[in-house]
């Protein structure tokens, strides 16, 4: 089953600018519906800002290092997670698999070259 909603989140480390690669993050439909309900659209301006926000903040220590895995940076090495501007990377979910799936949460990861 396709994701509802996808974000892409630049992984940087804590100190620095250059990236270490960038994660798209495809939320089920359920989660979506959840996130929806408790921040509800705005009337002219679309989604509330607070839906992306709580993906991000929603990945999980056990994500987080999945994620580092798959950049191949060390167990110690400590990144965050922004949000890539402008946009998310179009993924086709029938032709692009995703990299690994976690509490019903798609992630493809990339490196920077």
């Given amino acids: ?3 509802a909603h996808k974000i892409e989140l630049l992984v940087l480390p804590l100190s620095g600018f250059v990236p270490l690669g960038y994660v798209v993050v495809g939320v089920p439909e359920e989660e979506m519906r959840k996130l929806k309900t408790e921040f509800p659209d705005r009337q002219w301006s679309g989604q509330d800002p607070r839906v992306n926000e709580a993906i991000k903040d929603g ?5 987080r290092k999945q994620i580092a ?3 191949q940076l060390r167990p110690s090495d400590e990144f965050k997670l922004e949000f890539r501007t402008p946009g998310s990377r179009y993924i086709d979910e029938s032709k692009e698999m995703p990299t690994f799936e976690k509490n019903g949460k798609k992630f493809w990861i990339f490196r920077n070259p």
């Fill in 69 to 71: 895995v798959h950049l």
């Fill in 59 to 63: 990945v999980t220590d056990e994500e």
């Fill in 1 to 3: 089953m396709s994701s």
